[in-house]
């Protein structure tokens, strides 16, 4: 592997030189070689250990830059539309999963050890971002559903990107995991309260909708990954109660397509329809973290490679929506990276100090500043297709995701060289 990796960074500074001459000669095969510059350059960075920990980055970059070159190929393959719903649903729940998998139950029992610093985290998080993304729509002359993706991205919750972060920087990092938790959980009623209040006027929110959305997208998936976590300790008694609950969602689940449903939307209104919809996908999360619970107790690399396939399904939202967006991005991508820019600084900078005002150790203060920087990018991408405006809604995740990647590793590599007496302590409380 080691090996294909160095060949791999060989191939990309031939492909490099080979964009440079194309352009230089004016011929049309610049294209494919800044694709395998970048591809390669993603697959090669493994072989430089400084390097090795923005290889994630470098594919979402690789990833960008091919959907720009050639973004006929990533929105459709054959009959196959690449933004359909229930596809980048069903990726967006992938991603989740493998989130969710990265936690555990006892990450909640930080609210207790933290307190303090978990409210301030909280409030920080729900307030800087969205303020300052706002903020920064009004300064800049976006389009009104752009616009709208930057206040998005703000109003999500943070991602597990961030408590990464906070290891490597030798910060709080039960603090950074609680917040990350807790943010999570109460998305589905923050984020639609934000984008009405603050978005409202740039794009049509329904709050019921973008709630029940956020609960599909992110509450059901990591539901799934917490079942999974809780049956490896659980009693005999109760593993064997939960499989048999899952055994009886299953036949509940087959049901509707055969003919349940439809007798339901014939006879129920449209709340009652929806009850029954997200009752469904309450089911699913049971079933489908059962399931998962017994194929990884069987099969050990299954846990090692969800986060993997995780990071593969951002790497395919973002394809696809930068595929979606080209023309628009070919407007404003420059000031929307600059944007991205000034958004994640102001979140590291507010967040670093507020907590310092309110009283929280550096080492707190500094797992804040993540949490209040680092957005859940996925999220907010799962949002935009779900309203059907990847193209224009969808573009401040895909712009922003990748920046707050190296930033965030930036700033983290600084800090685990400076670090503070109170580095493994609480935060006050």
């Known amino acids: 592997m080691q090996a294909l990796r160095k060949f791999s960074l060989y191939v990309s500074l031939a492909a490099a030189l080979g964009v440079l001459a194309s352009l ?16 390669g350059l993603a697959v090669g960075l493994g072989a430089v250990p400084s390097l090795k920990g923005y290889q994630y980055t470098a594919w979402i970059l690789a990833a960008v830059v091919a959907a720009m070159i050639y973004p006929s190929a990533f929105t ?3 009959d196959l539309n690449l933004r359909n719903k229930w596809l980048l649903l069903g990726v967006v729940q992938l991603v989740m999963f493998g989130m969710g998998t990265q936690m555990s139950l006892h990450d909640f029992s930080g609210v207790f050890k933290t307190p303090r610093g978990v409210v301030v985290g909280i409030v920080c998080h729900f307030s800087v971002m969205p303020l300052v993304g706002y903020g920064l729509t009004r300064v800049f002359a976006f389009p009104p559903e752009i616009a709208a993706g930057v206040i998005l991205i703000g109003s999500c919750s943070s991602g597990l990107a961030s408590n990464v972060m906070a290891y490597i920087a030798r910060s709080n990092l039960v603090l950074s995991v609680t917040v990350t938790a807790i943010t999570t959980l109460v998305a589905p009623f ?4 934000l984008m009405k209040l603050l978005a409202g006027t740039l794009v049509e929110v329904k709050f019921v909708n973008m709630m029940v959305e956020i609960v599909k997208i992110v509450i059901v998936p990591i539901m799934a990954a917490l079942l999974h976590d809780g049956l490896k300790r659980a009693p005999e008694r109760q593993r064997r109660a939960v499989f048999a609950a899952a055994f009886v969602g299953a036949l509940v689940l087959a049901a509707l397509p055969l003919g349940v449903w439809a007798w339901l939307a014939a006879r129920c209104g449209a709340g009652t329809l929806l009850g029954v919809e997200l009752s469904a996908f309450a089911i699913g999360s049971v079933v489908f ?15 090692r490679l969800i986060p993997l396939a995780s990071m593969a399904g951002i790497v395919y939202f973002t394809t696809v929506t930068t595929a979606a967006g080209r023309d628009n991005l070919l407007k ?3 000031l ?18 507020l907590s310092r005002v309110a009283g929280l150790d550096q080492s707190s203060s500094r797992s804040v500043a993540f949490e209040v920087g680092l957005q859940n990018g996925g999220m907010a991408s799962g949002i935009a297709g779900s309203m059907g405006k990847l193209g224009t809604v969808g573009l401040a995740p895909a712009v922003f995701s990748p920046w707050m990647n190296i930033s965030g590793s930036i700033l983290a590599n600084y800090w685990s060289k400076r670090p503070v007496d109170d580095s493994s302590g609480p935060a006050k409380s």
């Open 336 to 353: 929307l990276f600059l944007v991205s820019a000034i958004h994640n600084a102001a979140g590291y900078f507010f967040g670093y100090w």
């Open 24 to 39: 230089l000669l004016g011929v049309a095969y610049w294209a494919p070689c800044a694709v395998v510059t970048a591809v």
């Open 76 to 78: 459709h393959w054959g």
């Open 190 to 193: 923050m984020t639609p309260f």
């Open 289 to 303: 973290g059962a399931l998962y619970h017994v194929v990884a107790r069987r099969f050990a690399a299954v846990d």
């Open 332 to 334: 404003v991508g420059a």
